[in-house]
Each structure stands twice: as C-alpha cells, then as structure tokens.
C-alpha cells in the first residue's frame, strides 16, 4: 500500500460532504499543499490531459491481445496436425485480420481529417496556467500539473479543466454550465451539502470542467483530474453507438446462434449415418460466415459520410448523429414571430415540419396558417411537447426508432437541443449553442438540411445492404453445410472458405464506397428506422432460397445418382455458389456496376479465381473440382442470376 492510495477513491459524494470533510478525505488545507507534496501527488497520478485517441501501435497489437486470435490458431495447427487444411483458416484469419487494421487504421485517418475540417467544439478552451496555493502562497503553475487537493483560484473568465469542491466564494460569483447543458448563470455556495442522489449540474457547492467563471472569484479544491470529470463523462454519455451498430451486434449474436444450431444439427446427421462430422468443414463454416469486421466497416462508412458532408461546410459531431439523421420523421424549428421562412417539402420522404414559436398560442396559431405547418407556442412546456412527438413518432414500435429533429438559436434552447434526437444550430449560433448541437449548419438556412437526411439515409443504406448480401451468404453456406451432411456428402472446407471469407467480402465492401443516390430523399422514412424489419428478412429468405434452389437443380440434374458424375456435378455447384454472390451483389448496387472501380475489381478477382479454381489441376486438386466445359459453364453462371432476378422482381413490386 503505497502513500497516495487514498487518492485513488475518486467516486465520493463530495457534494454530500462539508468542507471540512473533503479537506479531510484529501489530506489537504486551505492553505494548499506543499509544493513536494503536489508533485509526488503528480507522479503518482499523472499529469492532468486527456488521454489521447487510441494510437495506431495499440490498433496494430488489437488482435495480439484478442483470445479468438489464439482459438483459431490453435484449431488451426490442431487440424492441420491432423491432414487438414488448417493453413486455410490461418491465411484467412491473417487476412482478415490485416483488413480489420486497414480499416480500423483508415478510420483514425478519416476521424482526424473530419476534426482538423469541422469548426471547434469546444471553443472554451481553458488557459494553459492557472493559480494555485502551494505552501500557503498563491503561484502559476500549468494547468496539466493540477492535483486532488490543490487549491485552485478562479477569477471572471477562468474556464477550469478540473472538478472543484468550492471552499470560499465571493458574494456577487456566477458559473455559467450551458457548456455541460445547466442554467446559464447559475450562483455557487461553500456551505451548501446536498442529498447524495442529487444530479451533477444541480449542486450549488461544485464547479465542473468545462463551465466558465461569469462574475465573482472562488476558491475550490480539486476532486477530479483529465478523464474522471463530470465534463468527460458528459462526452461519453453524448457519443452512444448508433441504432445500426445496436443492430449489427445483434445480427452477429443471431450468426453465432445459427453456427452452433447448425454445427449440432450437422452433428446430428453425421451421427445418424454413423459417420464422424469433418472438423475442417465445421471450423470453416464458422470462418466464412462469421461478419468479420462488420462493425469497423459500420464506423467507417458513417466517418465517410461525415466527410461528405463536411465538404459542403455541415458538420456532424459524432458518427452516431448521421444514424438519428436517417430516422428524423420530424423537424422543429424554434423561431421568433417576425421571421422569415422557407421549407423544403420533405413530405415525400416521410418527414413534417413542425414550429415553435416566441410567441402566444393565438399568435402561433396564426403563424401556422401562414406559413402552413403546424406551430406551437414556445412558452407552453416545450420539453413535454418534444417528447409527446416523440412518443407519437414511435408508438406503432416497440423501439423508440424515429427521431425528432430540434432547430434552436438561442442560449434558452440548449435544454430542447438535448432532449431531442438530433439537435441542430448554425455557425452564427454561440459557441455554448453549438456545444449542444449534434449537427453545426453553415448557416441560418433550412434548405441544408435535406442535403444533411440524404446522406443520413445513404450512410444507412449502404450499411443495410452490406448486411444484407453478408447475412445471405452465411446463411446460404449454413444451409448447404446442413443439406450436404443429410444427404451423406462433404462439401469441400476451401470452397465455404474462399465464397464466405473472400468473394463475399470482395463485393460486399465496395457498396460502402457508392455516392449518395438521390432517389433515397423520395423514400419513406420507414425503411431508414431499422434493418431488422420484416421485408429485410423477406428480402435474405427469398436470396437465400434462390441461391440454394439454383445450386440444388445445378448439382441433382447434373448427378442424377451417377457416381462417375459426382465430381462435375459438385464443380458446377460451386461455380454457381460463387457467380450467385456476384449477381446479387450487381443488383443490390445503387450506381452503375461500372462507376464502382473496386466492385469491378472485386467481380474480376472472383471470376477469375472461380476459372482457376476449376480449370488450372493444381487448384483443382486443391478445392476437389475438375474441369468443366463451355455448356457446362455456361448453364452454371446462368442458374447464379437466380438471385439477380428474384431481387429484380422485389424492387418492381
């Protein structure tokens, strides 16, 4: 137990306490620590910064830390011990791997690029040095050298970057805690306690990082350093994931579901015939049609959008805020009386407008019928309005999907801003404003925010189908790992690897590389609210079904119970399997096959792999096909559009 230990319970209540007792529980003074003391203080915690963004070396070493890496390492050398081909899963799993840093390396990229192009946040940026009692004298001391249980002085101005306990206050001291969502100006007491329950921003006797001095000097003792305050903690509370990466988990937790119902099941027939299940093959399945990276693409793609927009000078604060964006169902701007205003229609896209306006009810009743949306008055409960629309917006779900979208420009309307979805200011806005605000226009003009939803809903549209071709490729494989087992067969493990690992993933991430589609504004605001809906599963049923009736009548007409045929047969099945994620890839694309450049190159080096494959012996050897000829062929990339044709006859109808 070393001397600062003490120092490390930083969770008290210290609102609760008096000042007596915080001193106490700090072992520190009004008259401030010893200047030998604040600096063993200052090695033993560290300096006062923030921790910066996780550094590509740690990005780097992620999968040396990962379990799963050692899983499938040893299942590798277990089955390669075996005569398996265990170099197969570590070749994909270092592939996979070297995509996951890529991505994750390029979103660092991305994330830097969209913060050094955006405005600043958070423009209260305290000063480098503060003022600090140290051995019963006040002296200037670097603000990244702050301690617990310094005591810090505070004049008109000063923005701290710590948490203080306030010890002494002048009488005429006002705090400004817009910046954390508080009061405006708000008073501050020494003497005050309060109940051990009572939410940050409305104790009177503590001042927190981020606020700002308005009147008056303090004298407080520091309770919490860099990361540990209530600033920090009010960031991450504001940077929750994304509705669609929720979704994401959850489809991931339905894979990992079905790949152990189908290793079992498969267990099960093997177990039947008397015969011992591959291994190689059950290890492959999970290889192939686990969503390897789905989440970084995720990230990634709303990053891409947040740099699309920020070319047009909108800035978008966090990538979670592009998702909300997606589902906004209503737009409620905050308006004075003598202003004057021009809407986009939005009602194609699912979308009303609806005002609040700085006036009584009868004028805003008049207001609504000349500018034609429906508007409020400001002064009735605003906050219970913009939850009422918000319960309105999502009572047909079980899950509060839809948002609401709040325009404000004035400091009063900070509270609005954060209960709603998606809040919304300009640059001309104050900096506490904009603090608040979750997307940053370039100005007082409603005519950006069509431009804003567009690429909200492609950010979500190039994930859904993202989604949608992977989840119908592992559930193909699934399904087929299951029908060969109950029909006494083995379908080779390199031919589950090389379509689930690496042709499905080849043309699956270039449709996150697609420009925005502007017919997207003209759809309804159902199809952005969530991935999970019924015609998604329908859509993943009817691929599924497709896929698997085509390799089925490829393979059954092609064997018809010949053995001497069942080599040609099982080549053509796979020629199909691997032609089928193309074609669907093809007519799930929003643009043109041909403006993708690494769809084209994707589509090449499946085609080209699928010749080799087949044709070259060595490969052939490799993956158990044998050679097929020009008919042959032929009749197996024809029986692939299978998919292409029923999704075809999906979006017509």
């Avoid at 609102?15 to 009004?30: C, F, G, T």
């Avoid at 689930?500 to 996150?512: D, Q, R, Y």
């Avoid at 012996?617 to 029923?646: C, H, K, Q, R």
């Amino acid at each position: 137990m070393t001397k600062f230990d003490f120092l490390s319970d930083i969770q008290k209540p210290w609102h609760y306490m008096d000042v007596e007792q915080v001193l106490a529980a700090l072992e520190s003074s009004m008259e401030g620590l010893s200047y030998v003391n604040a600096r063993q203080r200052l090695r033993h915690l560290g300096a006062n910064k923030l921790p910066r963004s996780r550094p590509i070396g740690k990005v780097l070493l992620q999968p040396l830390i990962n379990p799963l890496t050692y899983l499938l390492l040893g299942s590798a050398i277990y089955l390669q011990w075996n005569r398996a081909e265990g170099w197969a899963l570590i070749s994909v799993g270092i592939l996979h791997s070297l995509a996951g840093l890529v991505i994750s390396i390029w979103s660092i990229k991305t994330k830097e690029k969209v913060s050094r192009d955006r405005p600043q946040r958070r423009q209260n940026t305290p000063s480098n040095s503060v003022i600090v009692l140290r051995d019963c004298e006040e002296m200037e001391v670097p603000s990244r050298d702050l301690v617990l249980g310094d005591i810090l002085v505070l004049r008109e101005g000063d923005r701290p970057n710590v948490d203080l306990r306030v010890l002494e206050t002048s009488e005429d001291l006002l705090v400004n805690q817009t910046n954390l969502g508080g009061e405006a100006i708000c008073a501050k007491r020494a003497e005050l306690t309060f109940e051990e329950k009572t939410p940050p921003l409305e104790c009177s006797n503590m001042i927190y990082a981020g606020t700002e001095i308005s009147t008056g000097t303090v004298k407080g003792i520091v309770i919490a350093t860099s990361r540990f305050t209530q600033e920090q903690a009010a960031l991450i509370k504001e940077k929750p994931f994304s509705v669609i990466h929720s979704e994401l988990r959850q489809l991931r937790q339905v894979w990992i579901g079905m790949l152990l119902l189908v290793t079992t099941t498969a267990v099960g027939f093997a177990w039947q015939r008397g015969i011992t299940i591959n291994a190689m093959t059950a290890a492959a399945l999970i290889v192939s049609t686990y969503p390897q990276n789905l989440l970084r693409i995720a990230t990634q793609v709303q990053l891409l959008g947040m740099c699309d927009l920020a070319k047009q000078r909108i800035w978008v604060r966090f990538p979670s805020v592009l998702d909300a964006i997606a589902r906004v169902t209503k737009i409620v701007p905050i308006v004075e009386s003598d202003v004057v205003l021009s809407f986009d229609n939005l009602s194609r896209a699912g979308i009303e407008w609806r005002g609040l306006i700085r006036a009584s009810e009868d004028d805003a009743v008049a207001f609504s019928e000349v500018i034609g949306i429906e508007t409020y008055s400001y002064f009735d409960a605003p906050q219970a309005r913009i939850r009422q629309w918000q319960r309105e917006a999502s009572k047909s779900s079980q899950k509060p999907l839809k948002a609401v979208a709040v325009i404000g420009n004035d400091i009063e309307d900070i509270p609005l801003l954060r209960a709603a979805d998606v809040g919304i200011c300009d640059r001309t806005c104050r900096k506490e404003l904009q603090d608040s605000s979750a997307l940053i226009l370039p100005k007082e003009d409603f005519h950006y925010l069509p431009i804003a939803i567009l690429e909200g809903r492609a950010t979500f549209d190039r994930l859904q189908r993202i989604a949608l071709l992977t989840a119908t490729s592992s559930f193909t494989l699934a399904v087929l790992t299951l029908m060969d087992t109950a029909a006494g067969f083995s379908i080779p493990p390199l031919q589950l690897i090389w379509v689930g690992a690496i042709a499905t993933p080849l043309v699956a991430f270039p449709l996150a590389l697609e420009p925005t589609h502007e017919s997207l504004l003209s759809q309804p605001a159902h199809r952005f609210q969530t991935m999970l809906r019924p015609s998604n599963y329908l859509r993943i049923l009817l691929a599924v079904t497709a896929t698997i009736t085509a390799i089925s009548l490829v393979f059954w007409l092609k064997y018809q119970g010949q053995p001497s045929l069942f080599s040609q047969a099982r080549s053509m099945a796979f020629v199909t399997l691997g032609f089928s994620q193309v074609f669907h890839a093809c007519v799930i694309a929003r643009q043109s096959v041909f403006s993708n450049l690494p769809l084209i190159l994707g589509i090449s080096f499946i085609t080209i792999g699928q010749i080799a494959f087949v044709q070259a012996p060595w490969f052939g050897d490799l993956m158990s096909t044998v050679p097929l000829n020009g008919i042959e062929w032929m009749i197996s990339i024809l029986s692939a559009t299978a998919v292409f044709w029923v999704q075809e006859l999906i979006k017509t109808s």
